[in-house]
């Protein structure tokens, strides 16, 4: 079945630091990618999305690629504040199967430090 | 409100207990997610309505776990004989999803629920 596999936690960084974090996947057909950010005591909120190849979803001055050779949708951050603080899901949706539920990572917690 | 709204915030029960999780979508949207996500561990997918109908109920864990969404607005989920390893916290989501297009989801805040 489909799956997303990112990068493990915990992430700690400085202020101003640049933010990688890795997101890979599986899946048929042509799904459409997702990040999500969960802050401290709030619900799951959308970052970004990309629906096909090579589209670039960016928010927040966040910015993931959806990149099918490499299976990947790397999120990044050219300069991390530590209201980023949070933990960050990658995830996909597949039409394919005619339900458009979303398969999740296991979430990376990122720390930034002042 | 203008969101996804979910009650209990929180529930404590007993094993063995029924327990009943609750959703209010946001208005005019005719999908409706149900997730569980256990500590540590992103959302798990459990069930899918479109409109009053269960599209998709891949993801109940087993038949002690059911849910209803009876006029295709609020949702109930279900769960006959709670066990420890049913704690988690529930989270539900809806989209407009119309036809043929990709919609974003919006979560609710989730109801945390704890069996001992």
């Known amino acids: 079945g489909d799956s997303v596999t990112q990068m493990e936690g915990p992430v700690t960084l400085s202020e101003e630091a640049f933010l990688t974090i890795n997101c890979t996947y599986t899946?048929?057909?042509?799904?459409?990618l997702f990040w999500y950010v969960q802050y401290p005591g709030e619900g799951l909120q959308l970052l970004l999305k990309a629906t096909k190849a090579d589209d670039k979803g960016s928010n927040k001055g966040f910015e993931a690629t959806y990149r099918k050779e490499t299976t990947s949708f790397h999120l990044e951050k050219g300069s991390v504040q530590v209201s980023d603080s949070a933990v960050y899901f990658c995830?996909?949706?597949?039409?394919?199967?005619?339900?458009?539920?979303?398969?999740f990572g296991k979430g990376t917690k990122l720390t930034v430090n002042p | 409100g203008a969101g996804v709204s979910q009650t209990p915030s929180n529930k404590v029960t007993e094993k063995g207990k029924y327990v009943e999780l609750r959703c209010d979508p946001i208005?005019?949207?005719?999908?409706l997610y149900w997730y569980r996500q256990s500590l540590g561990q992103g959302p798990e997918f459990l069930i899918y309505?479109?409109?009053?109908?269960?599209?998709?109920d891949s993801g109940l864990p087993n038949d002690r776990f059911f849910a209803v969404r009876p006029e295709g607005s609020v949702s109930t989920l279900k769960i006959q004989r709670t066990e420890r390893g049913d704690s988690a916290v529930y989270l539900c989501?809806?989209?407009?999803?119309?036809?043929?297009?990709?919609?974003?989801?919006?979560f609710g805040p989730g109801t945390r629920l704890l069996v001992l």
């Open positions: 309505f479109q409109g009053t109908g269960a599209a998709d």
């Open positions: 899946a048929t057909g042509y799904p459409s």
């Open positions: 208005s005019g949207h005719t999908a």
């Open positions: 989501a809806s989209s407009l999803s119309l036809s043929g297009q990709e919609e974003t989801q919006y």
């Open positions: 995830a996909l949706s597949n039409s394919q199967g005619g339900s458009e539920k979303l398969v």
